[in-house]
C-alpha cells in the first residue's frame, strides 16, 4: 500500500489539498498522512494548541466519514513547515505529496510561497498543488 502525504492549514489552501489528497488516496487505494505543522513559540499558546487539537478532530472525522486509511502527525517542533512536510514524505516513502496554494497578488504570483516553493524543490516525490476556491 502506497502513501499520500496532505499538508493542512486551517484555511482554504488546506481544505483544498485534504480534499485532493483523500481524492488520490481512494484512487490510489493509499493511506493517507495528514501533516499539520506548527512552530510554536510564544504565540503557540494553550489557547492556541486547544484550537489547533479541535481543527484537527474535524479532520479525523472528515477522513474517517471519507473512509480512507490514514494518519494524523500535528508538530509543533519547531521547524518550517516544509522542512516537516518534507521528512514525513521521506519517512513514509511516499508517492506523492498535496499542497494547497492560496491566491496571491499580481506581485506576490511572481514569488511563490517560501514554504510551497521548498517543499516543490526537495520533495522526494511527486507533488500536487491545488488552488484554494
Sequence with gaps: MGTVVVGYVPKPEGEAALSAGISEAKLRGSKLVV??????????????ARTAEDEMAAVRATLEEAGVEHDIRQLVRGFEPAEDLISIAEAN???????????????GKLILGSNAQRVLLDAPCPVLAVKAQ
Design 35 to 48: 501533516v499539520n505543522s506548527h512552530r510554536g513559540g510564544q504565540e503557540f499558546d494553550g489557547t492556541r
Design 93 to 107: 516513502n511516499a508517492d506523492l505529496l498535496v499542497i494547497g496554494l492560496r491566491r496571491r497578488s499580481p506581485v
